[in-house]
């Protein structure tokens, strides 16, 4: 239990939230030197909560175990005993191998037999579907298929990698061995904000967990295309919406920040505005967060010590008269959406992936 001095002492923030908030006739005047008790739970802020979490991501099935050709895929072409009709070696007759490359359909370019589709298929496979082709004009062709470089399998590591950009998968890899292609992170990673991205959704990953604690779930296998983004953690911001004149991010201070602060910084509307329910969406991994309804009247009366915010929070000031978290969320899912790309993967995954 605490007992502070109200408004003088621990809660300096009174002062300036009491001319914000000047006119809001539902808090009670206190006088300087009242002495409160507002330790315990009696004293909390937080009228309503509610921990809620996304459903895991399932794999439906691991990936070949052997490299599956691709478009801007280079393939090495040998017909034994007949050079010319296979792979140019490179410019002037060099010793460099040029390779053929897997066009945008799939399919590879050589003499004779013209085009052959080898997307979809293993370098076996394409040795064995060339080899067929060649039989019409070559008698008994022995045909060898090398990879000269893999271009299909994009992977995008994005953030705070030590060596972040574009790398090229050669094999099935999963999301640990992605990550390891970026050469560590930096010190400024944040973890709790990375994520894995795909067909341009959030999937529910939780890379903290797998590089923090070794859970081997989130340890999926990626496929071409995936982004893995990890953001700094230096930029610090919560999120203010609703009955504000200045809805957006509000940065942390020092990784500090409490709930009237926040409303403070984005500036409450002359009317229409209810600070007895005011609604925060908190996330502590990609699949697990919290709702949140907090009375920040508590607050200003002296009821109640100030609530903490936490890095990534969604703070929506209703207007007079809200109902559910339904009604909440239909509000505020606008808004979501203008800065999506920088809110925390769990808010992405359980309000925007529909």
Known sequence: MKTILVPLRTVPLCILLAALFAGCASIPAVSSGTIRDIGGPAGSPVVEQETVSVAPFVEEKPPPANYVIGPNDILFVNIYGRPELGSPMGPSGGTKVQ?????????????????VRVAGMTVVQAQERLKDAFKTYVKEPWVVVEMVEYRSKPLYLLGQFKAAGTYYMDRPLNLLQGIALGNGLDPTANLRGARLIREEKTLPVDIHDLLQNGDKKQNVWLMAGDTIYVPDDRAQNVFVFGAVTKPGPVQLLQGKLTLPQA????????????????????????????????????????????????????????????????????????????????????????????
Request: cysteine-free.
């Open 99 to 115: 390779g053929s490359r897997v066009d945008g359909n799939g399919d590879i370019h050589l003499p004779l037999v013209e085009s």
């Open 263 to 354: 409303i403070a910084a984005a500036g409450l509307r002359d009317t229409g505005y209810d600070l007895r329910s005011v609604r925060i969406i908190r996330s502590f991994t990609p699949t697990r967060g919290q709702l949140l309804v907090v009375n920040t009247n508590k607050v200003m009366a002296g009821e109640a010590l100030p609530f903490p915010l936490m890095e990534g929070d969604i703070v929506y000031v209703p207007k007079s008269g809200v109902g559910n978290w339904n009604d909440a969320i239909n509000e505020i899912l606008p808004s979501l959406q203008a800065v999506s790309a920088i809110l925390n993967p769990f808010v992405q995954i359980k309000f925007l992936s529909e």
